[in-house]
């Protein structure tokens, strides 16, 4: 059985060093995907990762648990990147295809597999063209499963203003897929 974080929180706070990996292992992947989608770069995303781990282990003491820590650790996150933006003007974004969303293909066949794959990498670099504040509401709703809520105690914004950067995510990614004729029926809503 598979510890939740909740466990591996109370070891850490017991003195047990070896939690901090566990969560690093099991957050890493998210934490980086949400710092690339708003950075664009990867050696800012890395740095904003990794200072989003420190922040988060050495505030863990301060962590109440009235949301989950995913929750706390994407808003350390989602901070630490937002000041990094403050910092510079103009930025670039490229990313990986290995950093897209992850899209499964219900019929496990080799062509539903290879359209899956040129879907997933179409919709990577169509997130990787959105607005940083667009791809990183898209990023959290969709990748990372987070609510509404959520999303409004990650970024601090307002409800309305999450619907609103959803809506319009959705709609220039669809406007995006369109003009290269990939799929921009999935995002329907």
Known sequence: MKDTDQDIIVRIAAGDKHGYGVLLERYRGKVMTLAMRMLGRREDAEEAAQDAFIRAFRSLHQFEQRAQFSTWLYRITYNVCATQLSRRRGYTQSIDDDDSPEIADPSGSSDGQLESLELRAALGRAIDKLRPEYASVITLFYMHEQS??????????????????????RTELRQQLERNDTHASLLHT
């Open 148 to 169: 509404h809520e959520e999303i409004c105690s990650i970024t601090g914004l307002p409800i309305g203003t999450i619907k609103n950067r959803l809506h319009r995510a």
